[in-house]
């Protein structure tokens, strides 16, 4: 992968050599900290380009003034005063960007004007810092290397308070290498990432600090996991399920879950996908991976919660001992499931999985996420997961979550009438309910398996890959999910 730039914060003081980025506001003005003779430069060629300091704006120059720099942007951020933490991230991506990802800058982060002018906080610094980061992000793993290949960008933030900086960013550097786990795994290759390679790296969370068991297919067979196992029938690779504990809260404290779908590769089994753009289904393991990095970030960020994430790692491919339409599973609850459809696998993986955290585990709450189905996609593009839940306080938590780091979600209903949708007269269910409200009735079979425990499932299927690219991450693989249920734990459920 390419190499991720190295960022540092030092006390505010203008530098002598490498790039420099200042901020611009909406009235043209100039941060504080330049000096006079180059704040007289940068304003005369603002005045020449048109530059008005607009939020997200930049403006690259060379050096002006004559002096060892290589180059100054100036990187408009509109009013200052209303600037969010989102923001901030985007600032942070921006920077990067503009200035080559090579090198060394220096980002003088501190704001225009004189008086009334809000202080830029420790927590701002370390989200834009976390932007740059998140921006730099670019699989390139299996690309030959040029010789030639520059190092990496090592980046230095200037402020005030860059003390309080430095620990605001431990947290923040965490939870972005949580979410470049993510990506990692939603990018790999299927022939590199198979269930077995995925529950190694999942086991590797163990260095720092996280409990980590793998349950092979004889330990999933004894639990009587068969609607998982079903799916993996058709493939030669075994499936596993990784079980992952974060214990940073107190002992009696209840722990909260997170499950994941794993499907590593999706050919939709005898139900087989079209051809056309089935590559894309070496990211059916979004779910799995968002909660993978989940447990990084709360790990490297020492999370005063317990907390337990288990991912089911299946592979669903396609041959003569593969899971046929009109098979009959009887899944770890004891329900027993027909399969009308092959390619509807997901909802078969997590329903063992979700019945072995609830009855294990007791958690306070269990959210899924998944890319679980392609009407999810129809409903709310690429900008919004679903949002399914059996418990409005749950529901309510995860909007705010997601409105605050922007990977956000729309709650979608769910009911009596939309449940008989999934009845079966051969079986008790099964595990598809027709062309119409295809989303709502796979929840529906989800909600079978969570005993009354409060639930949410996240259908990520537009958002953990191929979602639009922004300033903070120009990957297929978003890492969509991280963030968010990070923030879903430290607003509601660190003690």
Known sequence: ?????????????????GNLVVLCNSEAELAGSVDAALTKSLKAIMKIAEFSGKAMSALETINPTGSTLSRVVVLGIGDASKLTEHDWLRLGGKAFKAVGGFGSA???LDLPGKKNTPVISAENAADFAMGSKLAAYKFDAYKSKDKKDKPAL???????GATAARKAWKTASGIADGVILARNLVNEPANILTPLEFSNRANALTKLGVEVE???EKKMAKHGMHSLLGVSLGSPLPAFMAIMQWNGG????????FVGKGVTFDTGGVSIKPAGGMEDMKGDMGGAAAVTGLMHALAARKAKAN???????????VDGKAQRPGDIVTAMSGKTIEVINTDAEGRLVLADALWYCQKRFKPQFMVNLATLTGAILVALGHHHAGLFSNNDELAERLHEAGQSTKEKLWRMPMGDEYDKLIDSKNADMKNIGGRMAGSITAAQFLQRFVNNVPWAHLDVAGTAMGS???????SWG????VRLLDRLVSDNYES
């Open 1 to 17: 992968m390419a190499a991720l730039p190295s960022i540092t914060f030092s006390n505010l003081n203008q530098p002598t050599k």
């Open 106 to 108: 220096t980002v003088m």
């Open 154 to 160: 090592k980046m230095t933030i200037s402020l005030n």
């Open 214 to 216: 793998i349950l092979d």
């Open 250 to 257: 107190k002992k009696k404290d209840q722990p909260i879950a």
């Open 307 to 317: 907390v337990v994430g288990i991912i089911g790692l299946v592979e669903n491919a």
């Open 468 to 474: 639009p690219q922004t300033e903070i991450n120009r």
């Open 478 to 481: 978003s890492g969509f999910g």
